[in-house]
Antibody, heavy 125, light 106 residues
Framework: QMQLQESGPGLVKPSQTLSLTCTVSGGSISSGGYYWNWIRQHPGKGLEWIGH???????YHNPSLKSRFTISVDTSKNQFSLKLSSATAADTAVYYC?????????????????WGRGTLVTVSS | DIQMTQSPSSLSASVGDRVTITCRTSESISNFLNWYQQKPGKAPKLLIYAASSLQTGVPSRFSGGGSGTDFTLVISSLQPEDFASYFCQQRFAAPFTFGPGTKVDI
């Protein structure tokens, strides 16, 4: 049973770089057929999709977030990562990593079927 | 970006009630619409994909419908474990966006 686990500092100072890692266990990130995603949720608010990466390294970052995020993958460690430059208080949120897969019967349809537990990152001096 | 709205933003209901949540998108997305349930302090859980397909293991009291710009999530008989927040998500065009959520409480 595949599982995802986020890790990283819970507190980041303003203007610093926020770095998070998602470790995939119970399966290989290189097996293909999945997109690996970062999603955040501001306290008491809705969900915001940050972007995703395929095991090959192909990525898509949400342009609404003004290119401050970088998603990368390390297949040798079975991990993918998120970096956010120039963090501000507005980046305080719970950050989730999530697996996106296509429907077994509906191959054109993708959905987030597996999530990490989430990690709260607070940006504060 | 495709904008998402949900109504109502919150509702109070009782066990056994039929609950309907609506999701609207700013442009047509065919049926590339997913629904998630989230309980406090937990990650979201997939309920419905492709607007109406029930995820494996999700109780049949949950159902989804709609296409184009208007979608619904229906809980036919609300159970105690269904008190949670519900989010729709479009997977038609990147960046993929979520609705603001509907909180269902007692």
């Amino acid at each position: 049973q595949m599982q995802l686990q986020e890790s990283g500092p819970g507190l980041v100072k303003p203007s610093q770089t926020l770095s998070l890692t998602c470790t995939v266990s119970g399966g290989s990130i290189s097996s293909g057929g999945y997109y690996w995603n970062w999603i955040r949720q501001h306290p008491g608010k809705g969900l915001e999709w940050i972007g995703h990466i395929y095991y090959s390294g192909s990525t898509y970052h949400n342009p609404s977030l003004k290119s401050r995020f970088t998603i990368s993958v390390d297949t040798s460690k079975n991990q993918f990562s998120l970096k956010l430059s120039s963090a501000t208080a507005a980046d305080t949120a719970v950050y989730y990593c999530a697996r996106e897969k296509r429907g077994d019967d509906l191959l054109d349809y993708w959905y987030f079927d597996l999530w990490g537990r989430g990690t709260l990152v607070t940006v504060s001096s | 970006d495709i904008q998402m709205t949900q109504s109502p933003s919150s509702l109070s209901a009782s066990v056994g009630d039929r609950v309907t949540i609506t999701c609207r998108t700013s442009e047509s997305i065919s049926n590339f619409l997913n629904w998630y349930q989230q309980k406090p302090g937990k990650a979201p859980k997939l309920l419905i994909y492709a607007a109406s397909s029930l995820q494996t293991g999700v109780p049949s009291r949950f159902s989804g419908g709609g296409s184009g710009t208007d979608f619904t999530l229906v809980i036919s008989s609300l159970q105690p474990e269904d008190f949670a927040s519900y989010f729709c998500q479009q997977r038609f065009a990147a960046p993929f966006t979520f609705g603001p959520g509907t909180k269902v409480d007692i």
